[in-house]
């Protein structure tokens, strides 16, 4: 138990279950004259059972001989099943020798079934993207800048 706050303990589960994922891919990826590549990818990866914080409000939790309210117990149990669906899409363009940008985006569907939840079943669309632009100055030298996006 981490108890360095008594109010937000934290705790292991030696009774954990393995995660068993599958994963199912089909992927395109294309490279043009001038350097450019393309990559596609279709996904579907499914784990069940699937692990998962979870989390038990106590107004009134005891810890040896001391007694703390408004206690809230993290731990992890394998509660779910998970399943996304989605594409993949990544390019990379060599604008000149020194400089190059690369863009990411992922869109999903995401099936989530957990038993100790209300609602047991969530469905939701996720995005998740990133722009990084790179220079190299030197070949010891480079500097990189990049932003990312996450909507799940």
């Known amino acids: ?4 706050d008594p109010h937000n303990i934290t705790t292991g589960n030696p009774n954990l279950q393995p995660e068993i994922g599958h994963m199912y ?4 990826s294309k490279t043009f004259e001038k350097g450019t590549n393309i990559n596609v990818v279709f996904y579907r990866q499914k784990n069940s059972p699937d692990i998962k914080p979870y989390i038990t409000y106590y107004p009134v939790y005891k810890i040896g001989d001391s007694l703390y309210n408004d206690v809230t117990i993290t731990t992890r149990a394998t509660i779910a099943e998970e399943v996304r669906s989605g594409v993949n899409i ?3 363009v060599p604008v000149n020798k020194k400089f190059t940008m ?5 869109i999903f569907n995401r099936h989530l079934k ?10 939701g669309l996720g995005i998740r993207a990133n722009m990084n632009a790179a220079y190299q100055f030197t070949k010891a030298v480079a ?8 909507r799940e």
């Open 90 to 92: 990544s390019i990379s």
């Open 1 to 4: 138990m981490n108890l360095s």
């Open 143 to 150: 500097a990189e800048i990049f932003g990312n996006y996450n």
């Open 114 to 123: 957990n038993i100790y939840d209300t609602p047991a079943v969530i469905n």
């Open 102 to 106: 690369r863009s990411n985006i992922q």
């Open 25 to 28: 891919e089909l992927t395109y």
